[in-house]
């Protein structure tokens, strides 16, 4: 389909919420596709595996936003199950 490829896993970038291309650094535009970056977060890195530029913080805030989200929802499902 002529998306590129994600650096790290090799799979297809995919878009972010306004249809655009995502691009986990904006100063080199470092390909990664979401899954990859979400996980480089939750790792502890914020910068470039490419320049070393900071990730831009609306990204970051996106990814907390939603990491948080998903282990209260875990611990719901875990409180349910007992």
Do not use: W
């Not at 998306?3 to 990664?32: I, R, T």
């Not at 070393?52 to 409180?79: C, F, R, V, W």
């Amino acid at each position: 389909s002529g998306a590129p490829l994600c650096h790290s896993c090799g799979e297809q970038v995919g878009h972010d919420a306004n249809g655009d291309l995502f691009v986990a650094c904006h100063e080199c535009n470092y390909h990664m596709c979401k899954s990859c970056f979400e996980y480089e977060i939750k790792e502890g890195r914020k910068v470039c595996l490419r320049c070393g530029s900071p990730y831009d913080e609306n990204l970051l805030d996106d990814i907390e936003k939603k990491g948080s989200g998903n282990q209260s929802t875990m611990a719901s499902h875990l409180n349910n199950s007992q």
